[in-house]
Protein backbone atom coordinates (compact mmCIF):
# COMPACT_ATOMS: atom_id res chain seq x y z
CA UNK A 1 0.00 0.00 0.00
CA UNK A 2 1.46 3.19 -0.99
CA UNK A 3 2.19 6.36 1.27
CA UNK A 4 2.50 9.53 1.41
CA UNK A 5 4.29 11.74 3.59
CA UNK A 6 4.09 15.43 3.91
CA UNK A 7 6.58 18.02 5.05
CA UNK A 8 7.60 21.82 4.42
CA UNK A 9 5.17 23.21 6.54
CA UNK A 10 6.00 26.00 9.19
CA UNK A 11 5.08 28.96 10.59
CA UNK A 12 5.63 32.12 8.27
CA UNK A 13 4.60 36.04 8.66
CA UNK A 14 2.19 37.36 6.12
CA UNK A 15 3.62 37.53 2.87
CA UNK A 16 6.05 35.06 2.71
CA UNK A 17 6.28 31.59 0.82
CA UNK A 18 6.45 28.19 1.71
CA UNK A 19 7.15 25.22 -0.67
CA UNK A 20 5.31 22.06 0.64
CA UNK A 21 6.24 18.31 -0.49
CA UNK A 22 4.52 15.13 -1.06
CA UNK A 23 6.74 11.82 -0.81
CA UNK A 24 4.94 8.70 -2.00
CA UNK A 25 6.59 5.40 -0.90
CA UNK A 26 6.45 4.24 -4.28
CA UNK A 27 6.31 5.59 -8.48
CA UNK A 28 3.54 7.81 -8.88
CA UNK A 29 4.13 7.78 -12.60
CA UNK A 30 0.62 6.24 -13.12
CA UNK A 31 -1.50 7.77 -10.65
CA UNK A 32 -4.08 9.99 -12.55
CA UNK A 33 -4.33 13.03 -10.32
CA UNK A 34 -2.71 13.90 -7.42
CA UNK A 35 -3.56 17.24 -5.28
CA UNK A 36 -3.42 19.33 -2.33
CA UNK A 37 -6.58 20.07 0.16
CA UNK A 38 -6.22 22.15 3.50
CA UNK A 39 -8.64 22.33 6.91
CA UNK A 40 -8.50 25.28 8.57
CA UNK A 41 -9.84 25.11 12.27
CA UNK A 42 -13.17 24.74 12.83
CA UNK A 43 -13.64 24.67 9.05
CA UNK A 44 -14.13 21.61 6.73
CA UNK A 45 -11.18 20.42 4.36
CA UNK A 46 -11.15 22.47 1.14
CA UNK A 47 -9.52 21.62 -2.38
CA UNK A 48 -6.70 23.57 -3.15
CA UNK A 49 -5.72 22.37 -6.14
CA UNK A 50 -4.71 19.26 -8.51
CA UNK A 51 -2.50 18.38 -11.43
CA UNK A 52 -2.87 14.95 -13.50
CA UNK A 53 0.08 13.01 -14.80
CA UNK A 54 -0.08 15.00 -18.25
CA UNK A 55 0.57 18.31 -15.68
CA UNK A 56 -2.57 20.15 -15.97
CA UNK A 57 -3.34 21.93 -12.86
CA UNK A 58 -6.79 23.14 -11.22
CA UNK A 59 -6.91 25.80 -8.59
CA UNK A 60 -9.53 26.58 -6.04
CA UNK A 61 -10.22 30.18 -7.17
CA UNK A 62 -9.20 31.66 -3.19
CA UNK A 63 -5.70 30.37 -4.24
CA UNK A 64 -4.90 31.14 -7.91
CA UNK A 65 -1.90 33.01 -9.14
CA UNK A 66 -0.36 32.26 -5.47
CA UNK A 67 0.02 28.50 -5.06
CA UNK A 68 1.64 26.25 -7.92
CA UNK A 69 1.39 22.73 -7.89
CA UNK A 70 3.85 20.42 -9.85
CA UNK A 71 4.64 16.90 -9.80
CA UNK A 72 8.27 15.44 -10.20
CA UNK A 73 7.50 11.71 -11.23
CA UNK A 74 11.31 10.60 -11.21
CA UNK A 75 11.16 11.75 -7.26
CA UNK A 76 7.94 10.04 -6.50
CA UNK A 77 7.02 14.08 -5.46
CA UNK A 78 4.21 16.70 -5.82
CA UNK A 79 5.14 20.01 -4.52
CA UNK A 80 2.88 22.96 -3.53
CA UNK A 81 4.65 26.41 -3.79
CA UNK A 82 2.49 28.98 -2.09
CA UNK A 83 3.64 32.68 -2.32
CA UNK A 84 2.48 35.75 -1.14
CA UNK A 85 0.67 34.13 2.41
CA UNK A 86 -2.12 35.12 3.85
CA UNK A 87 -3.28 34.83 7.48
CA UNK A 88 -6.21 32.63 5.81
CA UNK A 89 -4.24 30.65 4.86
CA UNK A 90 -3.63 29.09 7.81
CA UNK A 91 -4.71 25.50 7.41
CA UNK A 92 -3.52 21.92 7.78
CA UNK A 93 -2.37 21.36 4.19
CA UNK A 94 -3.01 17.67 2.76
CA UNK A 95 -1.63 15.83 -0.14
CA UNK A 96 -3.96 13.73 -1.53
CA UNK A 97 -3.46 10.75 -4.28
CA UNK A 98 -6.60 9.27 -6.99
CA UNK A 99 -5.92 5.63 -6.48
CA UNK A 100 -8.78 3.55 -6.37
CA UNK A 101 -11.00 2.41 -5.04
CA UNK A 102 -11.38 5.38 -2.29
CA UNK A 103 -8.30 7.15 -2.80
CA UNK A 104 -5.25 8.21 -0.30
CA UNK A 105 -4.26 10.63 1.99
CA UNK A 106 -0.98 11.62 3.36
CA UNK A 107 -1.20 12.77 7.84
CA UNK A 108 -0.58 16.72 6.82
CA UNK A 109 1.49 19.71 7.71
CA UNK A 110 0.53 22.45 9.15
CA UNK A 111 1.08 26.03 7.88
CA UNK A 112 0.65 29.32 10.32
CA UNK A 113 0.81 32.66 8.90
CA UNK A 114 0.84 35.22 11.07
CA UNK A 115 0.11 39.22 10.35
Known amino acids: QVQLVESGGGSVQAGGRLRLSCLAS????????MGWYRQAPGKQRELVGTITSGGTTNYADSVKGRFTISRDNAKNTVYLQINSLKPEDTAVYYC?????????WGQGTQVTVSS
Open 96 to 104: YADIFPTGL
Open 26 to 33: RSIVNIHA
